[in-house]
């Protein structure tokens, strides 16, 4: 993603552009931009046991603790605290670091019954002034309410405009048990950054109210696809490439792009899994949202290649 400043030397904007990519990446599409609300549990019926997951958007004010979702729902799956690693990082100012730092994507679930009943997506933010154990608060562009302090013009413009970047996730794939996330993201691929149809799951395991979370990455630049476990909550660093482009020696755009998934144990792809998220085919997928469910639980049932470092988030206020 690139980002355009008004001003040749970027003294300003300098402190204002870098969580645009910085959250790779989601909150819903306008057609399923429904706000989740606490609701009572209910015991799963013949009927109900067929429909597969929503996509809800997490409404502004839900506080959380990594180990604690908000009420109505049962797991915090995800959350990834963007961190500027690599790149033309000595172009951006030491505010820049702190911004991208503070909003954080969040993925959530509801499981109940063997089912997974909900899946929802949203921005958040690190509650201020209430202790180290606080946890965080969903934001969105137009209300970041209270609990997470005080916001600059600079800070509301980010979070405006990553807001509608993340307005291009979708459910690629849905049954009872399983979801699978659609999320188009800047990443680097060689030395160049490009839109990359990142994609994460999340699946019920049989009989019990267990979820699994797994990140995606298809192939891409001549790479072989990457499939990664993650053991929720999953709490990650989100590393990021910056580049700069420069206009008599001054920076006045910058592109922002995830270097990798998050480490996790990683499992060789099978050639149907692989085909499956190739992003020419993900109108497959969606249309056999059971042979992706298959696919992906055949993976999570092989033998890890090599287990990698659990990556562990930041104290609550960085």
Known sequence: MSVLTTNPRGVFWRGAVLLLAAIPLMTIGASQRQESRPRAATAPTASTDAVPPELARLAPGERFRDDAPPAGWTHVAFKSIPMLATGAIDTVSPESHATARRIRLVILADVSGGRLRRVGVGLSAPVVGRGPDAGDVIVSATNVGDDSGEWSAKERLILAAGSRE?????????????????????????????????????????????????????????????????????????????????????????????????????????????????????????????????????????????????????????
């Open 166 to 318: 993340l307005g291009r996730v979708e459910l690629a794939a849905a049954t009872p048990a399983f979801a699978l996330l659609r999320a188009p993201t800047t990443c680097l691929v060689g030395d160049e950054h490009e839109t990359v149809d990142v994609m994460y799951a999340l699946m019920v395991e049989p009989g019990s109210d267990r979820l699994r979370f797994l990140a995606c990455k298809p192939a891409v630049g001549g790479a072989s696809p990457v499939v990664r476990e993650l053991e929720p909550p999953a709490i990650v660093d989100g590393p990021l490439h910056v580049k700069a482009t420069t206009l008599a020696g001054y920076p006045i755009a910058w592109s922002f792009a995830m270097i990798d998934i998050p480490a996790g144990d990683e499992r060789g792809v099978p050639a149907e899994l692989a085909l499956l998220l190739d992003p020419g085919r993900l109108e497959t997928a969606q249309a056999r949202p059971e042979a992706v469910e298959a696919a992906f639980r055949a993976l999570a049932a092989r033998p890890a290649l090599a287990p990698t470092a659990r990556a562990e988030g930041p104290p609550q206020g960085d």
